[in-house]
């Protein structure tokens, strides 16, 4: 059967949701929740008028079949790492070049189980960042500090953070759209996420400080640590959308976070 999909328009998007399966499900489990997700892409009225940027990243084996499944449907798939070389010899590695002609969209670089359990620091980060630009892919740059403090605290923390990946990566050649992961180490794999106020407080300073850099103006903040449904809602309109873990392995959680945060830019535009 052919379908036709409703025209996209040349909007920005103004959400995104992000979902990483990080090395939860196997191969077939991934496709299956890859098509799920795509059904409920496909009937969703914000993902097809591009109100909504929605992008899942699998474990890599199956990115090829995420990218397709989900393209049909208006989203995306990506990387949940990618190496700094395109190529050569790094036994062991893929590229963002491979990842690409994979059909992958986005790139993750810098999740905290990578800075902890592999030892990536800023250098490294910021390498993998310029991978992805070259690589016309759109870097999932995550940040956050380790323990809870002051969102103040918070936001010196991540923004040296951001500064060092995107200095290193701009040193190497032109920079893109960033998609900037605030993940609070602290709250991720835990019961509950952050609470609105800080995660509202921390990412307003965070997007104040993406817009005075250069280059950066179609970047945004998510925030992502056991962010599930009844999250969006309670955030300020600093925050961009949500960058989902657990709590979104359920496809219908999935769904409903996309109908709250349509629901949220509505409030947001009758607001303004
Ligand atoms: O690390 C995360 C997404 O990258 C968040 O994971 P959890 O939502 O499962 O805590």
Same mark, same amino acid.
């Given at each position: ?52 940027? &929605?992008? +899942? ?6 990115? %090829? @079949?995420? /990218?397709?499944?989900?393209? #049909? !449907?208006?989203?995306? *798939? ?62 999932? &740059?995550? +940040? ?6 002051? %969102? @103040?605290? /918070?936001?010196?923390?991540? #923004? !040296?953070?951001?500064? *060092? ?108």
């Amino acid at each position: 059967m052919r379908v036709s999909l409703p025209a996209k328009t040349a909007t920005k998007p103004k959400a995104i949701i992000g979902v990483s399966l990080k090395m939860y499900f196997g191969y077939q489990r991934s496709v299956d929740y890859c098509r799920d997700v795509a059904g409920i892409a496909f009937a969703h009225p914000a993902i097809q008028s591009g109100d909504i940027e &929605l992008f +899942v990243l699998p474990t890599l084996p199956v990115l %090829p @079949e995420a /990218a397709r499944i989900l393209g #049909t !449907a208006g989203a995306a *798939a990506g990387a949940q790492d990618i190496f700094w070389e395109d190529e050569g010899s790094f036994t062991g590695e893929v590229g963002g070049k491979t990842v690409a002609e994979l059909g992958g969209r986005y790139a993750e670089v810098g999740h905290a189980e990578r800075r902890r359990i592999f030892g990536e620091d800023d250098t490294v980060i910021g390498l993998k960042t310029a991978a992805a630009y070259r690589n016309g892919l759109t870097p999932v &740059l995550c +940040v956050g500090e380790l323990h809870a403090g002051s %969102p @103040e605290e /918070a936001v010196a923390q991540c #923004t !040296a953070e951001i500064d *060092a990946a995107l200095n290193r990566a701009q040193s190497l050649g032109p920079a893109g759209r960033t998609i900037v992961a605030y993940e609070p180490q602290w709250a991720i794999g835990a019961p509950a996420p952050a609470t609105p106020e800080y995660i509202s407080a921390v990412i307003t300073g965070l997007d104040a400080h993406l817009r005075t850099l250069p280059g950066q103006a179609d970047s945004r903040v998510i925030y992502g640590g056991s962010a599930g449904p009844g999250l969006i809602t309670r955030l300020d309109s600093a925050v961009a959308g949500l960058f989902l873990g657990r709590f979104a392995h359920d496809p219908k959680a999935l769904k409903t976070i996309l109908d709250e945060t349509t629901a949220w830019l509505a409030a947001a535009e009758a607001t303004v």
